[in-house]
């Protein structure tokens, strides 16, 4: 998958575009993304139910995949089943 390509989830309204990706399956509510959105929506895993915010970048533990969320859903985004985390800002250097 190459950076720029937006997914879709089966299980929610989320949307990501990815920055950075490996080798594994993005999943967002227990169920795999895709560039489609299928016609008939996944069920939503209460263990991938924690939601996306709009505009938050998710990382891996590796540091292999990255994704932007571009539209917020109920859905939380996981890689092989494993969940991803929000990275956090780089913090801005003193203007004393």
């Known amino acids: ?8 989830s089966a299980a929610c309204d989320t949307e990501v575009m990815v920055i950075r990706s490996g080798s594994g399956a993005i999943e967002c509510g227990g169920a795999p993304m895709g560039e489609a959105k299928p016609a008939e929506a996944a069920p939503l895993s209460a263990e991938f139910s924690g939601g996306t915010l709009m505009g938050k970048r998710y990382v891996d533990a590796d540091g292999a995949f990255e994704l932007l969320c571009v539209k917020p859903g ?14 956090d800002a780089k913090p801005l250097p003193a203007s004393d």
Do not use: E, H, I
Not at 1 to 8: A, E, F, I, Y
């Open 1 to 8: 998958m190459k950076p720029g390509t937006r997914l879709k």
């Open 74 to 87: 109920k859905g939380s985004l996981a890689v092989d089943g494993k969940a991803l985390v929000t990275k």
